[in-house]
């Protein structure tokens, strides 16, 4: 096998599961990875047969393969996925005819659940198609943990020489992260000029540790309120391309309720890196040395 990294693409043959080619394309050249289509059908078929009933035309394929494989399709896929070594799986949301907008399918559940990589899901009502990568936003909610799924937002903004927008949203109520080396948002966030100085060149510090930022164009955005509302607000005013979120794994009636909601309303692609229990992300790559950010951070 090959070890040129992969970017898995599933498609179903409905015309709304297009889109989510067109990103894993982009990505495919970031990650210096090939494309590998997948159908999951009821009998194997030669690539040949396949492509027009995919809606593929000879364009799509070019710098991709394409294959087939037999079985359950979330099953199908997180094989394929875990047999490729994948560095990502892109698909989308939902593509069965007369789902409601920003549904999550069955099978994307599924792979979302199961994924040993990170997870790109495709709003199939988005026009894609002369998608590229500008603006990353990464959503912090202060903890280590989240520290910890930064690196494929630095990644991804440095190979695509992207702006970083990285946003802390501060929840009303007394909640606030308490694991060790968390870092929790000012007081005064109605008063931002008290503490957000200080406060925001220690939070670029600490990410800094993580990985290297000085050689990219980083922000710094503070806000308040529901963390939802405040990541599609921010990923929509600043004409975002692809937000980056983590998840802890719990898909459950009051959990993930965050994820949830951006991934229902999102116009741009979602990245969900999972955290894993004690640390650490199914991140695609590890980040090197520390740097200093090259821009000031900017409050918001």
Same mark, same amino acid.
């Given at each position: 096998m090959s070890d040129q990294p992969v970017i898995l693409v599933p498609l179903d043959g409905m015309a709304d599961a297009l889109p989510a080619l067109s990103v894993a394309k982009v990505f495919s050249g970031l990650e210096h990875a090939a494309v590998r289509i997948l159908h999951v059908a009821e009998q194997a078929s030669a690539a040949a047969e396949i492509a027009p009933r995919l809606g593929l035309a000879a364009e799509d394929l070019h710098g991709a393969s394409l294959e087939t494989r037999t079985g359950e399709p979330a099953a199908a896929i997180l094989a394929a996925a875990d047999d490729l070594h994948a560095r990502v799986i892109v698909l989308c949301t939902h593509t $069965? /005819?007369?789902? /409601?907008a920003g549904k999550v399918g069955g @099978? $994307?559940?599924s792979v979302l659940r199961g994924a040993s990589c990170p997870v790109i899901l %495709?709003? /199939?009502a988005q026009p894609l198609q002369d998608w590229r990568l500008r603006k990353v936003l990464l959503p912090h909610e202060g @903890?280590?943990?989240a520290s910890d799924a930064v690196k494929p937002g630095v990644e991804l903004a440095r190979r695509a020489d992207a702006d970083l927008l990285v946003l802390l949203v501060a929840a009303p109520g007394p909640a606030s992260p308490q694991a060790r080396?968390?870092?929790t948002s000012p007081f005064y966030l109605d008063q931002p000029q008290h503490e957000w100085p200080a406060w925001a060149v220690e939070f670029m510090e600490r990410l800094a540790c993580i990985c290297p930022l000085s050689d990219l164009r980083v922000r710094l955005l503070l806000a308040r309120g529901s963390p939802a509302s405040e990541i599609l607000r921010v990923a929509r005013e600043e004409s975002v391309d692809l937000i980056i979120l983590t998840w802890r794994g719990i898909w459950a009636p009051e959990r993930a309720e965050t994820l949830k909601a951006v991934v229902r309303e999102a116009a741009c692609p979602?990245? %969900? %890196?999972?955290?894993? $229990?004690?640390?650490?992300s199914n991140s695609p790559r590890n980040s090197g040395a520390a740097g200093a950010p090259r821009a000031a951070p900017a409050a918001q």
């Open positions: $069965a /005819p007369g789902s /409601p @099978t $994307a559940l %495709v709003n /199939p @903890t280590s943990a080396g968390s870092l979602a990245m %969900v %890196v999972r955290v894993r $229990a004690g640390g650490g």
